[in-house]
């Protein structure tokens, strides 16, 4: 019988509307029970004290890339599980844009093998819509449902047939699905490496505009609202496209929407470095971008934060920027970005970090957890919120291509805790 | 005996104009000037760089920037090597990183670099002991060319406070507008430019330029036309229409350049498309100062060598400007 | 403290003496010719010209005067670097033929000489070349003297010695400063 009791953290569950010091006891892979001072009740198989530490449902990364198969050099399912516990996720959800693409049944059966033969964080395919991702024809929606998958996506590509997206959302509907999209127009993205604005006229670089975004974000919601389907807009990164979703959202369309650390963080001047690491899609925007997915973050009108955790290897990376691919690597500064950024920066509660990083990832997944009530997956992520420390250089993730490493930030995971299992602890686990 | 001090110069590269201050601008211009005199000598070399080795690392053709750099080497006496591949794609799967360290290790000095992708002599300068000189770096800089302009323009006018430049072109792929911009704007002078909104994106107004889609409402404004080369294959794609209407609306013909200034100078960087940007009467007349920039070229080239040669400062890695660091925004 | 080895007046003196020298030697003083090396060597070419004339009792047009910039010919990159500024040359007649002399202020390994005789050859072809130094502080690393010396002063490797001069300093004279660190 294996069994952990949390002791003496502060557990924070919004979709329980728990906050308090509390005790956490997981048996069997299972919340168990959730308590005042059940450490002094009894003796427990084993005990973690979490005291001054804050405990959370297990955190959901809805958005990474593993790279298997097919880019092993870059990433495996195994690296990025690892990766995930180490930054405090416990589950992630994976895009198919691997090689071959996860187009088929088979295919997210494998990277659910892969998962737990892992055994770090669960793995959850996110399974194509169109088959090889060329967005062409449906790919077999029921049959990766069957596989494992949660959610259907051509990951980076967006699917620009509008008739393609909307057969997509009507048939994702009918299995209980999610339709993720990246929202990207490519005949006003041409070949834009980076934000068009005043940095990109200054440095001579292709530019996307803001308007490549919300053109695409418009149609879709356009769709979502005529399907009634549920659409996942992924990684939205201009003021302009959180204003649509937030209309749209109060017109009651099915909507929801996720954000990056990156885009949180960081604006294009990055890349007047010309270091290609500050190369991400869809690109870093302005100041005043940045303050509105803050504010959307805030207010809600973002339901998940995700890290788009791209890995690249140094050699793909170390190249000029226009030929550079786009993406980072997040799993394992994200928790971090998020609480030094908005908790200390600006004053998020914790229950807003426990909504974005876990509650409601689970809730546009449908995925079990997110929530530390009796009879939940034991995954839970104790957090130490003040603690600083320094990102990279090294990696877990088998890539390094991270745009924050020199960053010193506060929070960060102490203990990952997997089927009732500590899947990574910061420190050396207590004995007994 | 006039000998006005000058802030000396102190960097190791030239990577372009935007980070320079109107006094390393101007020592440039003034070290050239010195240059510009030993083309007229009868031994028309000197020996500074005796000994030293400049490599041209050419991922563009361009055979008139190489051939300018190249001989202002070897007025200086340098030993001068050509790496000219006529694409920017990886070379047998070998980055840039690669190449030039590789070449590196044969004891170059001076790395003069032209490349497709912005930020290329960035990345350079970042990865090599040796000195970098950007010749060109997709639709960034090209540093020597708007010095060669700059050198040009106060040769032929004595300043650059108060006069008027017009730059006539595409603009927005245009590398020796963005360095003309900043160095005549960090001098003093006045500049527009003008073509269609398809070529000249109304942004270009943050830089600190006006922007005009009417050439003929320019002409009479101003002291200095820079015509800039039309690409003929963007012709027929949603850039213009056709090369004969552009010609119609931005070409400097001598009837249209009888609305400007009679003192006014045509500027070309070259290669000139006779009949599209520029008529033939117009590059070849009065106004005309194209063959004395191909002149100014070589001293250019050569005080920038040299120069680079003697500096020792090279910027740390670039500070992350526009990175909100960790709480600043709260 | 700056030791004083010559003040305004003596320099001065100086001068007119060296210009006295110069025309009791050279046998054709129509085609003398009188080249300053920047910096310091150029007033006082400018000097000994002004000596030449009173000494001749010649009028304002002679000697041609030239000034001579020899950064580009120097063999060390790395002392160039203290001052990279490429100033002009000025000499607007033709050296071929010439009797020149060449004007410095400080005689000392011989290297500004050297760098001073390539730049000229590159300029033409005079028919003779003399140097005229107001002081020789001795240390040569190469085989060069000078055929003028206004004032030869004992020194160590490490001491410096400052020729003053009015458009510069604000006034004209040689002091030394002893012991200094070895350059």
């Known amino acids: 019988m294996s069994e952990l009791l949390i002791a003496g953290g502060r557990v924070v569950d919004p979709a329980r509307g728990v906050d308090g010091r509390l005790d956490v006891l997981v048996r069997e892979g299972e ?116 596989g494992g998958a949660v959610a259907f996506s051509d990951g980076d590509r967006p699917l620009r047939s509008a008739e393609m997206l909307r057969c997509a959302l009507l048939y994702a509907k009918m299995l209980d699905r999610v339709v993720v999209q990246h929202p990207e127009d490519y005949d006003l993205a041409k070949q834009g490496v980076m934000h068009s604005g005043r940095v990109s006229t200054i440095l001579g670089l292709a530019g996307k505009s803001a308007a490549s975004e919300q053109v695409m974000v418009s149609r879709d919601l356009t769709l979502a609202e005529l399907t009634g389907a549920h659409l996942h ?34 604006t294009d001047e990055a890349v007047e470095s010309f270091n ?81 990083l876990s509650a409601g990832p689970a809730r546009i997944l449908g995925l079990p957890g997110g929530s530390l009530a009796p009879g939940a997956p034991g995954n839970v992520t104790v957090v130490d919120v003040d603690g600083a420390w320094t990102v990279g250089p090294e990696f877990v993730s088998r890539s390094q291509n991270s745009p924050f490493v020199g960053w010193t930030l506060r929070g960060q995971a102490r203990y990952t805790v997997v089927d009732g299992q500590i899947a990574y602890a910061a420190e050396p686990a207590p004995a007994g | 005996m006039k000998e006005a001090p000058r802030a000396a110069w102190t960097r190791r590269d030239l990577l372009g104009l935007r980070e320079l201050s109107a006094e390393e601008i101007l ?106 000189v950007n010749a060109g770096d997709g639709a960034h800089e090209h540093p020597t060319q708007a010095l060669l302009d700059l050198y040009t323009i106060r040769q032929k006018l ?172 709260s | 403290m700056p030791e004083t080895i010559l003040d305004g007046a003596r320099l001065e003196r100086t001068i007119e003496r060296l210009a006295h020298e110069v025309v009791q030697r050279v046998e054709d003083p129509e085609g003398l010719a009188v080249i300053g090396i920047r910096r310091r060597g150029v007033p006082l070419a400018h000097k000994l010209a002004a000596a030449l004339r009173k000494d001749r009792g010649a009028d304002d047009g002679w000697p041609p005067l030239g000034v001579l910039d020899i950064t580009l010919y120097r063999d060390d990159l790395s002392m160039i670097a203290d001052q990279p500024v490429v100033r002009r040359t000025e000499i607007d007649f033709d050296l071929e033929g010439k009797h020149v002399i060449l004007v410095d202020d400080v005689l000392f390994t011989g290297r500004t000489v050297r760098a001073a005789i390539d730049a000229l050859f590159a300029l033409g072809r005079p028919a003779r070349v003399e140097l005229l130094v107001l002081v020789d502080r001795g240390h040569r690393e190469l085989p060069i003297e000078a055929g003028y010396v206004g004032e030869r002063i004992e020194t160590e490797r490490g001491d410096r010695v400052h020729v003053l001069l009015q458009e510069f300093d604000g006034r004209d004279g040689v002091e030394v400063v002893r012991g200094g660190a070895a350059q």
């Open chain 1, 31 to 146: 919340v168990v029970a959730v308590a005042p001072d059940l450490a002094r009740g009894g003796s427990y198989e084993r005990v973690l004290d979490a005291s001054g530490l804050v405990v959370l449902p297990g955190l959901i990364d809805m958005n990474v890339q593993l790279r298997e198969p097919g880019r092993s050099a870059d990433e495996t399912i195994a690296s990025g599980a690892a990766a995930a516990v180490r930054g405090g996720f416990t589950a992630v959800a994976v895009m198919p844009n691997t090689e071959p693409a996860v187009d088929d049944e088979a295919g997210a059966e494998f990277q659910v093998l892969q998962g737990k033969r892992a055994g770090k964080a669960w793995i959850y395919p996110i399974g194509a819509v169109s088959r090889g991702l060329e967005g062409k024809a449906l790919a077999e929606l029921a049959g990766l449902k069957r």
């Open chain 1, 233 to 266: 807009l992924g990684r939205i990164s201009t003021a302009g496209s959180l204003e649509l979703i937030r209309v749209a959202k109060h017109k009651g369309v099915r909507v929801t929407c996720d954000v990056t650390p990156h885009h949180l963080s960081l």
């Open chain 1, 276 to 356: 290609p690491c500050y190369k991400v899609d869809p690109p870093l925007r302005t100041q005043r971008d940045v303050e509105a997915l803050i504010e959307g973050v805030l207010d809600g009108t973002v339901d998940a934060i995700a890290s788009d955790h791209a890995p690249h290897s140094p050699e793909k990376k170390d190249v000029e920027f226009q030929f550079a691919p786009s993406g980072v690597i997040g799993l394992e500064t994200t928790l971090g970005v998020v609480i030094e950024h908005l908790v200390h920066g600006r004053g998020m509660p914790l229950t807003r970090l426990a909504e974005l």
């Open chain 2, 158 to 329: 004595g300043r650059f406070e108060g006069l008027h430049v017009a730059i006539v072109g595409d603009i927005g792929h245009s590398r020796v507008a963005r360095s003309n911009i900043w160095g005549l704007l960090k001098l003093g002078a006045k500049v527009t430019v003008v073509g269609p909104p398809t070529l000249v994106p109304g942004r270009f107004a943050e830089l600190g330029v006006e922007v005009s889609h009417d050439l003929d409402a320019v002409l009479p404004q101003v002291d200095v036309l820079n015509m800039l080369r039309i690409q003929r294959e963007r012709q027929g794609t949603l850039n213009f229409p056709s090369s004969e209407e552009y010609t119609r609306l931005f070409g400097l013909t001598g009837e249209r350049l009888k609305r400007a200034k009679p003192e006014v100078i045509v500027m070309h960087p070259g290669p000139i498309n006779r009949g599209v940007e520029i008529a033939p009467e117009v590059a070849d007349g009065p106004n005309s100062v194209i063959l004395d920039q191909v002149a100014a070229g070589l001293a250019v080239r050569m005080a920038v060598l040299f120069l680079v040669s003697t500096g020792t400062r090279r910027d740390p890695p670039a500070q992350l400007p526009g990175v909100t660091s960790p709480g600043e925004a």
């Open chain 2, 27 to 132: 020592s440039i211009l003034d070290a050239a000037q010195g240059f510009a005199d030993i083309s007229t000598r009868s031994i028309r070399k000197v020996p500074t760089l005796r000994g030293r080795v400049v490599v041209n690392l050419f991922f563009e053709p361009s055979t008139r920037t190489r051939l300018s750099f190249s001989l202002a080497a070897q007025r200086l006496s340098a030993d001068v090597l050509d790496f000219t591949t006529g694409s920017s794609s990886t070379v047998k799967g070998e980055t840039l990183i690669d190449t030039a360290k590789n070449i590196e290790a044969m004891g170059v000095d001076v790395f003069v670099v032209r490349h497709s992708a912005p930020g290329a002599a960035a990345i350079l300068s970042r990865n090599l002991e040796a000195a970098v």
